[in-house]
């Protein structure tokens, strides 16, 4: 299954503490005498010292911000059948304290396609404080990064994933394309850890990372220590070709944020039976739609059931999706249908794993649909030629629609398939080149062997839908030292900095550290998602914020205050895939973001989340918790019209907001839920 990394737009997470620990890893090294020095010089001054030998292997400067690189020469192909060879690229960290390491921490990626060493600032961050006695390997797996990543044209630049694009990346690939295997990707790996002469290794994962750890500790169980598996999936398991816990995940996500939601849970009915009633007007209906994405790019797209599973399923993006979608459908039975064909668009935009540039060195296509159709389960034999493996595939989808037609329900089967390719899996390599009989296809999990007797940790959250809870129990269980830790109201992905809690991060330190979970009671502080309670066109439709001691404005005026708390929230909701530093409010009005060292600072300009209220100023946003502030204007009757100040704590549960200000000459004094 091609899990995506954790986020398609990637902020640049503690970059001066990042810099500090790369300089004192090279300070470092130099104190230890662990590097080769170059004695000629050049202008008077002596050449930095270029070489760090560890094990067997010569480590150089890097033209990262890693402190040392080197590559590893293998073999294209271990059977010997095609001839060539690799530059694996890894990157080395040393530990800061004097003295050997007590032990080696490594990080590898999610996607597949993403490479390890682009997201070295989550993985410090996550392993900080673990790196004055561990060192830190991160490598780029074969065909990603500067592992010579596959470039795949029409596949890595076309609009949309097709079966024709993947196709002709196989054919492009010819003899190669069963060589970019995860279990190739592990043997590589354990060569490099080989060379470094490294002692057992604790192994972090999330998202695809599992599946590989997985793979590693079937071939390579003697270099592990421990395996951390954050957003796990298992390589195999009943049924599990069709993806059987996808769909009640999804339906648990919107259920489960709903039931801890003081508003939505007011309303009767699950959270799925709110969205249903727009489900069938969609099919009813389906129709030419357009939308502003997070980035505020105008997207044009046919609105119909198919979209909107693109959007539940998708969890792209996860915060703002899981927090509007029921809402926001609602509101398209009521005749407005804005905020549902934006999350609609947002989705498109998300769920592209590709940056701007198309740069198969950020993301390779071509990697990502080789490892899907070499390693993962299909509802076809991929040992049939493309034509006949595709009357398979429809003799399988018709039986399916017979027997078990409510696999994905709400949706159907159909509608299920009309999603991108890389999100629903079944059609993605119904024309993928046969692999050759040394290397067969979905070999990789019928071919692994026992599961090591290494300690393993599961970190599962309970709203990620991506990689489902149910599936992370599976993996926990075919470790005989497993161990699953459940994140309430956690997404895809919840010990990196992105996360909803540091909680998760904690819990895995500690078991690197002891081989053991620990405390996990911090977990229930994770905040719930705060739902948005409806969609409104005009102010008027709101309830009205709770007036607080010295209060004398009215209703209406409090409605106001209700609405651009709401505001707030929306457009705070477009930061998690918002790559352009600026966008547009849900009705009109524009806004601007910076970002610095996770803190953000957001500018309003008569962003309109009501057609009768303007909304200007600035929101100064701490991330995932601290203090938030924000200093506005309202522009809307003469009542309304005035500013205020809002206050609140972000990153606690059922977080309210205290609101001080003047509307139409009016003293405010009011609290409301939190934006």
């Not at 590898?108 to 390890?116: R, S, W």
């Not at 457009?571 to 409010?585: D, L, P, Q």
């Amino acid at each position: 299954m091609a899990y995506r990394g954790w986020l398609r737009r990637r902020t640049a997470l503690l970059a001066p503490s990042l810099a500090l620990s790369l300089a004192l890893s090279l300070a470092l090294s130099l104190a230890l005498g662990l590097v080769r020095t170059t004695l000629a010089v050049a202008g008077g001054a002596p050449v930095t010292p270029d070489t760090l030998h560890v094990g067997s292997l010569s480590l150089h400067h890097c033209a990262t911000p890693a402190p040392w690189c080197g590559t590893l020469e293998r073999p294209l192909d271990p059977a010997g059948k095609v001839p060539g060879s690799l530059a694996i690229y890894f990157e080395y960290y040393p530990h800061s304290n004097r003295g050997p390491a007590q032990g080696t921490l490594v990080a590898t990626e999610g996607g597949p396609g993403y490479p390890a060493t682009e997201s070295r600032e989550g993985y410090l961050a996550l392993f900080a404080p673990l790196r004055t006695t561990r060192d830190v390997v991160l490598m780029d797996n074969r065909g990603t990064g500067r592992s010579a990543a596959l470039d795949c044209i029409p596949l890595q630049t076309d609009p949309a994933l097709t079966e024709e694009n993947v196709a002709q990346c196989g054919q492009s690939l010819g003899a190669t394309a069963a060589l970019y295997s995860t279990g190739f990707a592990a043997d590589d790996l354990a060569a490099i850890l080989k060379g470094l002469g490294t002692a057992a290794v604790d192994l972090y994962g999330d998202s695809y990372g599992t599946f590989f750890e997985q793979v590693f500790a079937t071939r390579h169980p003697g270099q592990l220590r421990s395996v951390v598996l954050d957003g796990a999936y298992p390589l195999y398991g009943p049924d599990y070709a069709w993806y059987p816990n996808y769909a009640p995940a999804m339906r648990a996500k919107f259920n489960l944020a709903c039931a801890r939601s003081i508003d939505c849970s007011r309303i009767s009915g699950t959270s799925m039976d709110h969205i249903r009633p727009a489900l069938q007007a969609l099919r009813h209906a389906s129709f030419a739609a357009e939308g502003f994405d997070a980035d505020g790019q105008l997207r044009r797209f046919t609105a119909n059931a198919t979209q909107l599973a693109t959007v539940l399923f998708g969890s792209a993006p996860a915060y703002a999706t899981v927090r509007e979608a029921d809402a926001a459908a609602r509101a398209f039975v009521r005749a407005d249908p804005v905020p549902l064909l934006r999350l609609m668009a947002e989705a498109q935009a998300a769920m592209d794993s590709r940056d701007e540039t198309r740069s198969p060195r950020l993301y390779s296509a071509g990697l990502a649909a080789a490892v899907m159709c070499q390693d993962a389960p299909q509802i076809f034999d991929m040992s049939l030629v493309p034509a006949r493996r595709a009357r398979a595939r429809d003799l399988a989808i018709a039986a399916r629609q017979r027997t078990a037609p409510a696999t994905y329900a709400p949706f159907t089967i159909d509608e299920f398939r009309g999603m991108p390719l890389d999100y629903s899996f079944l059609d993605e390599c119904a024309r993928w080149p046969v692999a050759p009989p040394e290397h067969p296809a979905t070999s990789v999990a019928a071919r692994a062997g026992a599961y090591p007797e290494v300690p393993a940790l599961v970190v599962s959250g309970d709203l990620d839908d991506i990689t489902p809870l149910a599936d992370g129990t599976l993996v926990a269980q075919r470790f005989s030292r497993g161990r699953q830790v459940i994140v309430p109201n956690g997404f895809h992905v919840n010990a990196l900095p992105h996360s909803r809690s540091p909680c998760p991060a904690a819990i895995v330190r500690h078991f690197i550290q002891t081989l053991d979970a620990g405390d996990t009671r911090c977990l229930q502080a994770t905040p719930e998602v705060r739902l948005v309670p409806r969609f409104a066109r005009h102010v008027s439709e709101l309830d009205a914020a709770q007036a607080l001691q010295g209060n004398a404005a009215g209703p209406m005026q409090l409605r106001a205050v209700r609405a651009a708390s709401l505001t707030l929230g929306d457009v705070i909701a477009r930061i998690e895939t918002n790559s352009s530093g600026k966008g547009v409010g849900l009705r009109g009005g524009t806004f601007t973001i910076d970002e610095s060292n996770g803190h953000y600072l957001l500018r309003l300009h008569g962003v309109r989340w009501t057609e009768d209220l303007a909304v200007s100023g600035t929101i100064h946003w701490p991330g995932r918790s601290g203090e938030a502030r924000a200093q506005v204007s309202l522009s809307g009757t003469a009542a309304q019209s005035g500013s205020l100040q809002i206050r609140w704590t972000q990153g606690i549960a059922q977080a309210t907001a205290r609101i001080r200000g003047e509307l139409g000459d009016t003293l405010v004094a009011a609290e409301t839920l939190a934006p």
